[in-house]
């Protein structure tokens, strides 16, 4: 929800903290263009064995989703080289910064072979205390839903909670369809989406947005 705050838009989103794998984050984000951008006030890892859903035995998943950083578009470069801009730049460290704090059980990143997503995680990267090992899928550049549905559903049984990495529209209609709720994926958003059930049954409604939020320098 959005509120005026001296003079600032604020948006404020809460986690459910009943969620078993609870990702719980109170942001506040300062709207304003050229406004030093504040992070999650708080943030709470759970303990490693809260992964598993006890009334099933099944291992919960958590897909976070990542769209690229502001790119640059003055090079006249090919739309698949495009680097990012300097607000990119900080944008992504910003990014990497509240994925530090807030998700650091990351198993596995999967990335779009653009060079503005490749240099979206290397910047987060750079923020994260224990980097997972990640990958380049050259399939999640301007993929649609569909293939990203494909991809996500073969995804590794062994990895909890994976970041993804890529663009839209895809991504923003992957969040709307597994999630159930839209959320719009502007350059840096970061969708949360949390599940019970395997990668390979993802489908529509298939996880709970957890949390939500689009960092701006």
Known sequence: MAVEENGYA???WSAVAQHPLRLRATSSWLLQPDAETML????TRPPADQGVCGQTGLMRRRLIVLRHAKSDWSGGVADHDR???GRGRREAALAGRWLRENAADI???????????????????KQLDNVPPARVDDRLYAASLRGLLAIVSKLPDSARAVLLIGHNPGLEELVADLGGVGWPMKTSSIAVLSSRSEWAEVGAR????EASLTPRS
């Open 83 to 85: 680097p990012l801009a």
């Open 206 to 209: 298939w996880a709970k947005l």
């Open 107 to 125: 198993d596995l990143v999967v990335c779009s072979s653009a060079k503005r997503a490749r240099q979206t995680w290397k910047l987060v990267a």
């Open 40 to 43: 999650a006030r708080s943030a």
């Open 10 to 12: 604020t948006s404020t």
